[in-house]
């Protein structure tokens, strides 16, 4: 993981102007959970939970199931769908999800909130928005974090994570067309706010307008790159903006 020492600039007028067109439109808002809302492995680190899976497989004898490449990025959702690609719905995926499950719900008690997340949050239901959560986590770890944040009753039912299904992961829009149909919306009257490359194709793949979030100036890199039209390094700016 890299540092969060971002320099944050004021928002110029075009890029607040960009915000307003993003904002105004919006009914209902999907949030990406781990990034956005909050540091899900700020303490217990993801690099930690992926080795740990890494050297389950290989107590199982299953150590050259990974490339190489897909130990050492150390990322457990990147395990995670290695295997399924292999051995697509079978014991072992079902097991290792369930592994991958309980190291986010450990997380989930000493995550960080993403400064200005939950006034965000509040203040979108309070003028009316509709919100809801579309993520690869599961979303046992979701409820628990928002239960813990006092924020469960701004997305009630909403939460749209990890299934069995995990080749439904995004960048497939399959969480993204959960939320939309379960919320009667029309793809343009939402907005996605993610901050990975992942999100912005599934936003895309689905349809809906899409707000980059990142946290540091890499992450907003690869962002851009991807085709982001509007990265944001805080959600200050859209605070202020939607209270204005």
């Known amino acids: 993981m890299t540092s969060d020492a971002t320099a944050q600039t004021e928002p110029s007028a075009n890029e ?6 993003l904002i105004e439109p919006a009914r209902v808002i999907l949030w990406d959970f781990d990034g956005p809302i909050c540091r899900l492995f700020a303490r217990h680190k993801a690099e930690r939970v992926a080795a740990g899976l890494v050297d389950w497989l290989a107590g199982h004898g299953l150590h050259n199931l990974l490339s190489d490449s897909e130990r050492e990025l150390l990322d457990p959702h990147v395990v995670l769908r290695a ?6 719905g079978s014991d072992l995926v079902t097991e290792l999800e369930e592994r991958l499950t309980r190291e986010e719900l450990r997380a989930a008690g000493s995550a960080l909130p993403t400064p200005y997340a939950d006034p965000l949050i509040r203040t979108w239901t309070a003028v009316g928005a509709r919100l809801a959560i579309t993520t690869n986590n599961s979303p046992k770890v979701v409820r628990a974090y928002l239960d813990g944040r006092g924020l469960s009753s701004c997305f009630a039912s909403h939460i ?4 069995a299904d995990l080749h439904l992961l995004k960048p497939n829009p399959h969480c993204l067309n959960r939320a939309l149909t379960a919320m009667g919306c029309a793809p343009s009257a939402a907005l996605m706010i993610g901050d990975s490359g992942s999100d912005l194709a599934a936003a895309n793949n ?5 707000l980059g979030y990142a946290r540091n100036e890499r992450k907003g890199k690869l962002l851009r790159d991807a085709g982001a039209g509007c990265v944001v390094a805080s959600l200050e700016p859209l605070l202020r903006t939607l209270r204005g």
């Not at 607040?16 to 067109?21: A, C, F, N, V, W």
């Not at 749209?160 to 299934?163: A, I, Q, V």
């Not at 689905?206 to 899409?210: C, H, I, K, R």
């Open 160 to 163: 749209y994570g990890r299934t």
């Open 83 to 88: 295997v399924d690609l292999r051995h697509p």
């Open 206 to 210: 689905a349809g809906v307008p899409f």
């Open 16 to 21: 607040i102007e960009k915000l307003r067109d």
